[in-house]
C-alpha cells in the first residue's frame, strides 16, 4: 500500500510564505507525475501545480509567480513553496500522486491533505 502525507499547512497572513511537503511511503516502482489540488470551504477541488517526472512544471494561472512545485527524488518528497499568499489562498491543499506499480502500470493517490489559512 503507498501512502502520502502531506504536511506544513498552517496559519499565517497575507502576504507571507509557507512551504507544503508530500512524502510517499510503501511499496511502489517509481513516482511519476505528482500535483497539488487545493478546496476551499465550500468549493469544487482545484488544481494548483504539477511536476513530471523529469521535472517539467505547470502552474494554474492563478499561483503563476508565486508558487514552486519541486521534487526530491532520493526522499519520495514534492514541495510546494507558496510566497506573497493571499487569503484567496485558503483551503485544504492535497497531493496527487502517480506512484507506479511498475512500469507502464500507473496507480494513483490522493493524501489526506492539510489546511492553510491565510488571514487578510
Known amino acids: 500500500q503507498v501512502q502520502l502525507v502531506e504536511s506544513g499547512g498552517g496559519l499565517v497572513q497575507a502576504g507571507g510564505s509557507l512551504r507544503l511537503s508530500c512524502a510517499a511511503s510503501g511499496s511502489f516502482f517509481s513516482i511519476n507525475a505528482v500535483n497539488w489540488y487545493r478546496q476551499a470551504p465550500g468549493g469544487q477541488r482545484e488544481w494548483v501545480a504539477g511536476i513530471a517526472s523529469v521535472g517539467v512544471t505547470n502552474y494554474a494561472d492563478s499561483v503563476k509567480g508565486r508558487f514552486t512545485i519541486s521534487r526530491d527524488n532520493a526522499q519520495n518528497t514534492v514541495y510546494l513553496q507558496m510566497k506573497s499568499l493571499k487569503p484567496e489562498d485558503t483551503g485544504v491543499y492535497y497531493c496527487?500522486?502517480?506512484?507506479?506499480?511498475?512500469?507502464?502500470?500507473?496507480?494513483?493517490?490522493w493524501g489526506q491533505g492539510t489546511q492553510v489559512t491565510v488571514s487578510s
Open positions: 496527487y500522486a502517480d506512484c507506479a506499480v511498475r512500469i507502464g502500470l500507473p496507480r494513483y493517490y
